[in-house]
């Protein structure tokens, strides 16, 4: 049977160029960037390259790179060090209601330790207005951490807005860009940004391998005590082979992110229209045209997410959902009720996300059958019933 992914958001397929890329840093050049002889060195210069092919993408200078686990630590290390840093000066941290759990939970545990964390609301759309961020600032405010795009439902806020605000306030801004950066342009100067997170393994890069952004002069303590890696500021010995990696991956977004941008907000706009139009009662979640190129969002009436992805995961179509129903919490989704949606319509949401291996054809296959399982399950559902 043939299988086709469409979990782009979740996870991409790490690309053959990149895995060439990284294959001679397990064996051959296996050195530790941090030793003086010359395996070491030839480590280091890999390490220092990717640093550079990564700035140079967004918009920064090589040392205010750190490299990290991924995006969950980049998310950690910004929120906690930030907080840690500024102690003395405040203890207020605002975020949206919509971020990733690297966020929401490390605001929660910084929030046991005595710090006070603002949530700010999004409006149906996804989208946070830069009036509320204003509005919720106080002279104790040190950190204000919105993500650039949404994971779920793919809204993409007005950062560079919010970041202008942050700017004239003097407070430090974090972006979490791990849906961003290689597949839509991320300058951290047009952002204007102060920090940002980035994860390889969505840009087709391999998976425990991320950076953070921090800009020059930015007060921000470790997160990771131990040897003196990333000029002090992130211990633990380089992933080298998966820094390489990272750094390919960018070269190669950096190459194609245009072109295929293009071609899946052709699909993008292409899906929306014909799944509205062929199943009854479905709604669009997200922005319909600030959301990123590779997103859908539905939520399907009368039905659960879960047992849609399972019904197309027979017929090898791979897509996701914000329901929780066999996870241990039975809450749908925080970002679908964020937007206003009830328990029913969060737990019958569907994810489509898209990306480099996907063709038109992969497009036409899910189009033919995801009307076909939706009526199926609607049959089967008490609640359609009942219409
Ligand atoms: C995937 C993701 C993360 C977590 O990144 P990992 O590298 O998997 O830890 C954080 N934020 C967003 C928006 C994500 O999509």
Redo the contacts with the bound molecule.
Sequence with gaps: MKRLYFDY???TPTDPEVLKAMQPYFFEKFGNPSSIHSFGQEAKKAVEDSREILAEFMGAKPDEIVFT???????NFALKGVAYALESKGNHIIISAIE?H??TEAAKFLERQGFKITLVGVDRYGLVNPEDIKKAITDKTILISI?H???EIGTIQPIAEIGKIAREKGIYFHT?A??TVGHIPVNVNELNVDLL?L????FYGP??V?ALYIRKGTRINRFLHGGDQEKGRRASTHNTAGIVGLGRAIELCKEKMNEEALIQRGWRDRLIKEISARIPDVFLNGHPSLRLPNNINFSIKYIEGESMILHLDMLGIAVSTGSACTSASLEPSHVLLAIGLSHELAHGSLRITFGRYNTESDIDYLLENLPKVVETLRKMSPLYEKK
Excluded at 199 to 202: G, M, N
């Design positions: 958001a979740a996870t686990s991924g995006g969950t630590e980049s998310n990733h690297a966020i993500m795009a949404n994971n979490d791990v849906q997170s994860s390889a393994h969505k998976k425990g991320g």
